[in-house]
């Protein structure tokens, strides 16, 4: 990572999706996948509104978040983000490739790493 | 083609923007402006530096002005919010005029200028914060019409702080050209940007040696005074190209004060040809970047 950061670039999404009706699911060209459930997106939203930009501490309250938000239409950003449009109004969050990738919800990925665990 | 020079008098107020507040207009979404830019513009090339002083509006002045001379549709965005000074380089005196559908680019030595002091009032930019320069930036950057275009140069504020990320963050981006001067200090901070780009997976085109060596007037003798080079070991450390040097030369800075810049006041000189060689080199770059993107292809948003 570290010797040659001009050529190297950490995955990148094939495809942003449906999962099903309302889910997004992100096919990575490392041939990963990751599924996350609409509202569990929502609530991980990096917007300045939804995390203190001081504190980086989550003011989002997800007891506001309404049960069955869902996104409405998803751009690219650049090439290195998406920005989500959701049912609720919200859209000013920017989800950067990098933070969906390290926030996917997969059990491999959510696997605590332990030695000898590779 | 150019703007209209008979157009409003001096002391009359001429554009809603020009030394008064941002326009009526409302700020475009972060939507629009990728949209205003991208049906007209091929590439989009940010032109950044660790710091400031190193000539990064003078080499970005003089690329564009290479890029045209080869045929190329260029325009230059001036972003540096700091010190905006692509308009007294280029010696632009006009201000844009309103389109239908956005502000018109000032037209000069055949390439379209923007720049962020025709929006800022004089002096007043440093104080500028939060979500009112976001603001004017997103007026900045969604509310001109550019047209058609092959290259579009950013001329960035120098730096890697939120400003150059924002400001990043909201065009689509080509790749970048980094500028450095060979110093140690200089290098150190120039890959800050480096990093910068990598976290936008936004491609390095290659990184520029400014105030490389000296060549004396007299004889023509070559000096290294910071030490030559530098630009270039840093470049193969972190595997970025190097796209060339260009020398310490007093008629540079000459010719940027003037409103003159080398590559149109003595195409043919040494230092010219310089500048015209690292514009040859970029668009190679820019091409298999391009074969490069393709293959890899972009993400598709099928939601
Ligand atoms: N190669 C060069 N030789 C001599 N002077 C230069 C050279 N490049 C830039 N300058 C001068 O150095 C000063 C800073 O350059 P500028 O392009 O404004 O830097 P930056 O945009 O990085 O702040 C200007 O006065 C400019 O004319
Ligand atoms: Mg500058
Ligand atoms: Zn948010
Ligand atoms: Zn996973």
């Known amino acids: 990572m570290v010797d040659s950061p001009g050529n190297r670039i950490s995955p990148v999404p094939v495809e942003v999706g449906r999962a099903n009706l309302h889910d997004v699911r992100v096919r990575w060209d490392d041939r990963h996948e990751s599924l996350f459930p609409a509202r569990d997106l929502r609530l991980l939203c990096p917007c300045a509104v939804c995390v203190s930009e001081d504190t980086g501490e989550r003011i989002l309250v997800p007891t506001q978040v309404p049960v069955g938000v869902q996104p409405l239409r998803i751009e690219a950003v650049g090439r290195y983000a998406i920005q989500v449009f959701w049912s609720d109004g919200h859209s000013s969050g920017i989800y950067s490739f990098d933070y969906l990738m390290e926030n996917c919800p997969c059990p491999l990925c959510r696997r605590p790493v332990s030695p000898g665990n590779s | 083609m150019s703007a209209d020079r008979s157009g409003p008098k001096r002391g009359s107020k001429p554009l809603a923007m020009a030394g008064g507040p941002p326009p009526p207009r409302p700020a475009p979404t972060p939507a629009e402006v990728r949209e205003s830019l991208i049906p007209g513009v091929k590439y989009v090339i940010p032109v950044a530096s660790g710091k400031g002083g190193v000539g990064k509006s003078t080499v970005s002045a003089n690329i564009a002005l290479a ?36 502000l018109l680019p000032v037209e000069r030595y055949g ?5 962020m002091s025709f929006f800022l009032p004089p002096g007043e930019a440093l104080i500028w914060r939060g979500p009112m320069l976001s603001k004017t930036i997103d007026q900045f950057l969604g509310g001109v019409e550019w ?12 730096g890697t702080g939120d400003i150059q990320l924002s400001l990043c963050q909201k065009i689509p981006l080509t790749g970048a050209v980094i500028v ?22 936004c491609p390095i085109l290659g ?17 290294e005074i910071f030490g030559s080079g ?27 004060d003037r409103g003159r ?43």
């Open chain 2, 261 to 303: 810049p080398t590559v149109i006041d003595a195409p043919e000189s040494p230092q010219a040809l310089a500048f015209r060689q690292i514009a040859e080199n970029l668009v190679a770059r820019i091409e298999s970047q391009a074969k490069e993107t393709a293959r890899s292809g972009e993400t598709r948003i099928t939601f």
């Open chain 2, 111 to 115: 390439i379209k200028v923007i720049s």
């Open chain 2, 67 to 102: 890029l045209a001379a080869d045929g190329a549709r260029v325009g230059i965005m001036d972003g540096d919010v700091y010190g905006p000074s692509i308009p007294l380089i280029l010696g632009v005196k006009d201000k844009p005029t309103p389109g239908p559908n956005g």
């Open chain 2, 230 to 256: 530098g630009c270039r070991k840093t470049g193969e450390r972190l595997g970025i190209a190097f796209l060339g040097e260009i020398p310490l030369d007093t008629q540079i800075r000459i010719d940027s």
């Open chain 2, 147 to 158: 047209g058609e275009l092959d290259y579009l140069i950013v001329d960035l504020p120098p």
């Open chain 2, 207 to 223: 990184i520029v040696e400014n105030m490389s060596h000296f060549l004396c007037p007299s004889c023509g003798n070559r000096e």
């Open chain 2, 180 to 201: 450095s001067t060979p110093q140690d200090a200089a290098l150190r901070v120039a890959e800050r940007a480096v990093f910068m780009f990598q976290k936008l997976k």
